[in-house]
Nanobody
């Protein structure tokens, strides 16, 4: 069974930090690019960060530069999103995704496998 499971979300005050995990099962995640996406209520899904199979990271935009980093631990078949200096605008459901032919940064429709999402809420 091919599966991605996000964890680590929660409620945090502005300026705080969270570390999200994306754990894969049923395949070797280290062979593929992995993207983190987020969606706020009533808004479209947006890309956050992507990491290639070689470990190179790519930002989808400027809003999280200097605050978020992406990394992977292939031995654990897991990708992480380290978030610091969190802002209320970072609030949303965070998803990880991968696909056989995806290259960073990639477009959402190019990702074949998605996790269930984990909620991040940043209070002011």
């Amino acid at each position: 069974q091919v599966q991605l499971v996000e964890s680590g979300g929660g409620l945090v005050q502005a300026g705080g930090s969270l570390r999200l995990s994306c754990a894969a099962s049923g395949f070797t995640l280290g062979s593929y690019a992995v993207g983190w996406f987020r969606q706020a209520p009533g808004k479209e899904r947006e890309g956050v960060l992507c990491i290639s199979s070689s470990g190179l990271s790519t930002y989808y935009g400027d809003s999280v530069k200097g605050r978020f980093t992406i990394s992977r631990d292939n031995a654990k078949n897991t990708v992480f999103l380290q978030m610091s200096s969190l802002k209320p605008d970072d609030t949303g459901v965070y998803y990880c995704a991968t696909g056989r032919r995806v290259t960073c940064p990639g477009i959402g429709s190019g990702y074949s496998y998605w996790g269930q999402g984990t909620q991040v809420t940043v209070s002011s």
